[in-house]
């Protein structure tokens, strides 16, 4: 069955913005630069899923367009699936409009692809077979 | 430890939304009109959170007002926590900012209050006691 994996929250700063987290009980548990997104990112596990905060290391950067566009906020919802290559031929068959049409291969081994958020109630979502962390 | 309990998305059509995630293995369990708030729900479990779509019942209810103002997508994330009242002081203390000073009590006895979005990293924050459904 399908699971909810992470929210990506795009921020400012992640300085900033995980004092909230902190202040409830969660913990940073992982933050590390993903080079090839220049993006800072620092994962907060919280029950089953994780909260991972989205800070650009530059204004030109994918995250850093969508801080200037539409603020701080949701970025992208990440579903976990157990099988990748069924749910990109499902979406495939039903039209839905996808980012790309391949499945990507992301840190560790993580694969996914995104829905465009037309296709998905005007959300990024996010399908991928391997969770982000095993935290 | 504080989980996510639900997210909340806000679009047009449950009948059409629910369509993504039923073609990824997901279900809808339970479907209702939360009169007070002019929206019809339904709740789709996700590992051991929830995703939970909100279609308003008339366009000038909160989320039918979000729907014309920003579009189908994220309205609110919902934070499960063991000690609502705790984490009210704690937030009060922080200088959070927030949409209401007490805690109110939903349906099912549900207890439950909002983080304005300009103190949560964009997001419009729930933090809830009981969790929005034992499904």
Redesign the interface.
């Known amino acids: 069955?399908?699971?909810?994996d992470h929210?990506g929250?795009?921020?400012q700063s992640i300085a900033e913005?995980r004092?909230?987290y902190e202040?409830?009980?969660?913990a940073v548990v992982r933050e590390e630069t993903v080079e090839h997104e220049r993006v800072r990112t620092a994962l907060i596990p919280?029950?089953?899923?994780r909260?991972e905060?989205l800070e650009p290391t530059t204004p030109d950067s994918p995250v850093g367009r969508f801080l200037a566009k539409r603020?701080?906020?949701?970025h992208h919802?990440a579903?976990?699936?157990d099988d990748i290559s069924a749910?990109l031929e499902?979406?495939k068959a039903?039209g839905?409009r996808l980012i790309s049409e391949d499945i990507q291969t992301g840190a560790g081994g993580h694969l996914y692809f995104f829905?465009h958020?037309s296709?998905?109630?005007?959300?990024l979502?996010e399908?991928c077979q391997d969770p982000i962390s095993d935290v």
């Open positions: 069955m399908p699971s909810i929210l929250i795009a921020v913005a004092k909230l202040s409830l009980g969660l919280a029950g089953d899923a909260i905060l603020g701080e906020g949701l919802i579903l976990h699936v749910a499902t979406l039903r839905a829905v958020p296709s998905a109630g005007g959300v979502l399908i």
